[in-house]
């Protein structure tokens, strides 16, 4: 069965270090998303990206964040400076389109801390 | 916002029926409820979502009401890897294609 791949399960890094978490949608899906969930709290929406741009972003979803499909496969989601409050779970998700009849596949995320 | 209310816990017997309920009085027409769980810090994982028709898949059964303005998800038997946290949400049709996670009810289910 297919399924949302992301790399690395966990990754630790320093306080203003940049990180890139890397995602491969399902194939031929088209609409790509980022959640993050800070432990013991909610799953947040970051951004959505279709049609390689981004489709909307949440207040979260600042400067220090970018979004890529550098390629046919990967969809990735870059942190420029890490600070502490960044540490959490890292989720990607695609679906087939972006109607909204069409349900969303979560990866296992990447769990991200920062030190 | 979330907009939708769900109870905060429930429990349920292994092998017995899970009815999970969801409040989402102020559906608009056009509107999806879908239904995604959550094991331990897992991603979140779909289940299944309709619109105002009675829906059922390999996993569960959505029951949604006539007004729309409620649905059950049924877990017609429920087993411990059931136990999860299981989050009812409506799909704005708003523009956006996102889905916004309330906090859900955490499932425990008992052997």
């Known amino acids: 069965e297919p399924e949302v791949t992301q790399t690395p399960s966990h990754q630790v890094t320093q306080m203003g270090q940049e990180v890139i978490l890397r995602c491969v949608p399902i194939?031929?899906?088209?609409?790509f998303y980022w959640y993050r969930q800070i432990l013991g709290q909610k799953v947040e929406f970051l951004v959505s990206?279709?049609?390689?741009?981004?489709?909307?972003k949440s207040e979260i979803f600042d400067d220090q964040f970018s979004v890529e499909r550098p390629d046919g496969s990967n969809f990735t989601l870059k942190i420029r400076s890490t600070k502490l409050e960044d540490s959490a779970m890292y989720f990607c998700?695609?679906?087939?389109?972006?109607?909204?009849?069409?349900?969303?596949?979560f990866g296992q995320g990447t769990r991200l801390t920062v030190v | 916002d979330a907009k939708t209310t769900q109870p905060p816990s429930m429990d349920c017997a292994e092998g017995r029926a899970a009815n999970l309920p969801c409040n989402h009085s102020?559906?608009?027409?056009?509107?999806?409820v879908y239904w995604y769980r959550q094991i331990h810090s897992q991603g979140p994982q779909y289940i299944i979502h309709?619109?105002?028709n009675n829906e059922t898949n390999e996993m569960a059964s959505l029951i949604i009401t006539e007004d729309r303005k409620s649905s059950t998800l049924i877990l017609p038997h429920a087993t411990l890897r059931d136990t999860a946290v299981y989050y009812c949400?409506?799909?704005?049709?708003?523009?956006?294609?996102?889905?916004?996670f309330g906090t859900g009810t955490r499932l425990k289910v008992l052997a």
């Open positions: 949400i409506v799909r704005a049709t708003s523009g956006t294609y996102k889905y916004i």
């Open positions: 998700a695609s679906s087939p389109g972006g109607a909204w009849n069409t349900e969303a596949f």
């Open positions: 102020t559906i608009s027409g056009n509107e999806y």
């Open positions: 990206f279709y049609n390689n741009e981004i489709s909307e």
């Open positions: 309709g619109l105002k």
């Open positions: 194939s031929n899906h088209l609409y």
